[in-house]
C-alpha cells in the first residue's frame, strides 16, 4: 500500500472542462518527466514535450521548472506561452523565475499578473529584477487593477501590505444572516475561496469576524453583530511579515483582516501565504548561520560563488588572527611540538559548544521562548550546562592527552584550557545572540561569525598560554 | 503609531461570558506579567495571580507559563486548576507541560481532553511521558470518545493518523446545497470551525470537496456532485506529516481528507495544525546541523547536558583523529614553526565552506529543489564554486603567509592546501547529505560531523604533507 499523496484534479464550476483526472507527481515521476523534457529539448519535439506537461497541476509544474536546466526552461515556457497558466508565475522563486519572465513578453506578463490574486500579483512584479520591466508591466495594466497594485508597493517591503489580498468581503454589522447569504449569492465579483468574512461599522473599521461555517449554522433572521466573533486579530498594515506568522500562529488564524493607519479594514490575508512565508524564513535562518545569503540552486555558478565569497573571506580574517596568537608562543611549540597537535581540539571543542548553545538560542529568540523575562535565568543555565560539560570533556581529555604524551602536566593543561574554552563558549554561545538581538542585527546573520572567533582565540590563548607558563 | 497586533477577545455564541475585550500581549506587558506573578509567587498572593491571568488568551498563557520558572508555574496551575482553559495544554510543550500535568491529577486531564480536538487530544496524551499515567487518563475517559483516542494511537508516530481530526462533515454526492444546508443547520454534534466538507460515496470514498464559500454562492437545487471540487489531495492515513506539510503547502490547501487503507474517509487534518508541525520541524533542522537533539530552555540543566555531551563527545573523537594526522607531522613542525601557525588556517577555512554548501543542500533536500533529476548538475556546479572560492581565498592567503614569514615556497604549499581542501569541502558539502538521503538517514542530524571531519583531515594532511615533500 502506498503512501503517495492522491492528487485529483478539480473541476470547479467555472472551468468544468478542465476535468481530467491525474494524480500528485511522485519523486520518480518527477524524474521521469525532467528527464523526457530534457529529451524532446535535445531532440526538438515541441508538441511531445506540450503532451508531458498537459494536465499538470501549476505547482507540480512550478517544480519541474525548476528542475529544469536553464535552456530547456526558456524554450518550454515559449512552447507554452499561449496556454501559459497565471498561477505558475508566482509559484517561481529565483533563477528560474528570472527565466520564464525573459521569455514573455510585457503584455503576456501584464495579462497572466492582471488574472492573479493582489497578494500573487505583487510577489510576481516585485520579482521582476528590472524596475523598467517592471513599470513596463504596470502600464499594460488597466487602470483600476493598476492603482491596486501600486497602492501595496507603497507599503513597506516584507510589510502586510505586500502579503495582503484586496478581494474580501465586508458587511455591516445590521446585516441579518439572511441578508448577508443573498449578498453573496448576487454579487458577482467576489473572490472564488474564503473561509470568514468581516463585519465592519459604517466607517468600515472591522468590529467582527464571521467564519463561513457560523453562518451555515445560524438562524438566518439573527443579526451579524449578535453572532460574529467580536475576538478579532487586527493586523496593521504596515507590521513586518515575520509578526504576522507569528500572529496567525498563535492564534491559529485561517484568515486576519488587515487595517489601515485609521483602523480601516483594507485587505485580507490567509494562511496559506503564511504557510509560505514560513518556509522562507525558516530556510533564510538555516542559510543564514551557515553564511550563506541565497540557497537558490538555480542561479549560475558565478553568482552563487558571489554569495558564498564575502562570508568566506571575513573568516579567513577571523582565521588569521587565531593565528595570530599561536604565532605569539611559536618559541614554547618549537620546544614542545605537542602543544601544536593538541590545540586544534581545544579550539574546535570550544567551537562545537558555542555552535549549539547559539543554534538553541537563535530558535529560541526566533520563537519567543526566551525575552527579558526569562534570558538571566537562561544565561545562568547555559554556563552550567558549559562547566558540566567542559569538565567531563576535560577529564576525557586530559588523561588521553596525558598517556598519550606521557606527560601529566601537559594532560593537566589541556584540561584546564578545556573547561576555561567551554565555559566561554556557553556563555558567548548564548550572549552573541542575545546582544545582537538587542542592538536589532538579525542574531541568525551574525552570530557565528563572533562565536567562533571568541573560541578560536580563547582556546588557543588559554592551552598555550597555560603551558607557556606551567611546561616550558 | 504602533505595529502591534490587535488582539480582541472573543465571543463566540456558545461563550458570550468572555465578551471582554483585551489586547495581544506585547513584549514588554509579557515581560512585565511574568515579573508580576513570580512576586505574587514569592509573596504568596493568590488572588492577585488569578486577577493577573484573567482574560489572557490561551495561547498567550501559554507563552506566559513556558517563561515562568518551574516553581511559579506549578502554584500557578494549582491556583487555576478550576477554572483551566483545556486549550492551555496543546499549547505548551517540554517541561513547561510536564510542570503542569504534574500538578493536575487523572480525572482533571482525563476532562480537559474530553473537552478537546482530537489531534489536540492525541498530542496531548502523547506528551504525557509516563504510559503508566497516559493509560489510566485514558481509562478515565468515556467510552466512545476513548476508542476514537486509542485507535489514533494505532497510527505510526508522526503519520497523518496522529494529527487528524475526527470530526469532519461529509454529505452524500446526490444531496442538493439545500439539503446540504439543512443538515449543516440541524445536527447538533458538528464541530465549531471548518472550511470545507466532504462528499462521499455510499463507500464512504470521499468524491469531492466542497469549500463553504461554494456553497454559500451556489444556487440552492443544485447536486453537491455536480458543484463540488472533483480536485482533491487526499491523505492517506500513514503519511508521514512531513510529506502532509508538503503537500499543504504545495497545492495551498486549508483542509484534507484523509483517508484509511481502503480509501475510506476516515478523518481531516486542517491547515493550522501544518503551521504548527512545520515549526517544529524548521527548529529539529536547525538544531540537527548545530547537533542538538531538544531546544526546550525550560529542560533541567542536567537534562540540557545530556542532550549536548552525545555530539560533543563524537566531534572530540573527530579532533583527535586530526591530531592523530598532525602528528604524523611532529618532526617538520618542529624544524618549521610556520606550519603550526598556519595550519588551522587550512582546516577552519575548509570547514566552513564544507558547512555552507552543506546548509544549502540539507535545505534543497528538504524542499525537495535537489532531486534525481537535477542532483548531477548541482553536484558539478558546487565543485566550480569551490574551486572559483578555493582559488581566490587561497591567492589572497597565499601572498599573505609568502609576506609574513618571508617565504614563498611556504606561500605556495598554503596555497596548494587551501585549493584542495576547498575542493573537497565543497564536494563533501553537497556528497554526504545526498549519500545521507539516499541511505534513509537524516542528512541535517549527521552531515556537519562528517563534512568537518573531512575538511580538519583533509586540510592538515594536504598542507602538512605538501610542507614536508616541498618545504622541509
Redesign the interface.
Known sequence: ?????????????DNRES?V?ST?LA?AE??DL??SLALSFRENEPESAKLLVSHI?S??LA?VF????GQTRKWLTNLLRDSLDPDLLPELEGQAFDDVISVLDTSEIAEAVTSLDMDDAVYVLDEIGSSKQQQDVLDTIAVDERILIEQAFTYPQDSAGRMMQKNFIAVPSFWTVAQT?DY??SEEK?C????EIFVVDPQHHPVGTM?????????TDVKMSD?M????????V???KE?VVY????????SAAVVD?AGRLVGMIT??D???V??E???E???A????RE?D?NIS??E??RT??G???V??GT??M??VV??MF??D??KL?????????V???GG??G??T???T???LA????????AH??VG??F??SL??GV??AA??GI?AGVWFDNTQLGLVIAAAMVINLAVAGLSGILVPLGLDKLEIDPAVSSSVFVTTIT?VIG?LAFLGLAAVFLI
Do not use: C
Open positions: 500500500m502506498s503512501t503517495k499523496l492522491k492528487h485529483i484534479r478539480h473541476a470547479p464550476e476535468d483526472d500528485h519523486e518527477q524524474t525532467v528527464k497541476h505547482a507540480d517544480d525548476e528542475l529544469l536546466d447569504i453573496l449569492r467576489l472564488k475561496d474564503f473561509w467564519p463561513l461555517s457560523w453562518i451555515l449554522r445560524s438562524e453572532i466573533a467580536v475576538e478579532q486579530s487586527l493586523i496593521p504596515e507590521m513586518d509578526e500572529s496567525f500562529r498563535q492564534y491559529n488564524l485561517v493607519y494562511v496559506d503564511i504557510v509560505d514560513m518556509e524564513e525558516a530556510e535562518d538555516i542559510l548561520l551557515a553564511g550563506v540557497g540552486v555558478i558565478g552563487i560563488a558564498r565569497f562570508w568566506l573571506l573568516n579567513l582565521a588569521i587565531a593565528s599561536i604565532a611559536g618559541a611549540i618549537e611540538v605537542a602543544l601544536a597537535i593538541l590545540m586544534p581540539i579550539a574546535s571543542m562545537n559548544a555552535t549549539q547559539m543554534a538553541v537563535v530558535r529560541a520563537s519567543k521562548e526566551i525575552t527579558p523575562a526569562n535565568r537562561i543555565k547555559e552550567i550546562v558540566i560539560n567531563l570533556l576525557i581529555m588521553f578560536d588557543f
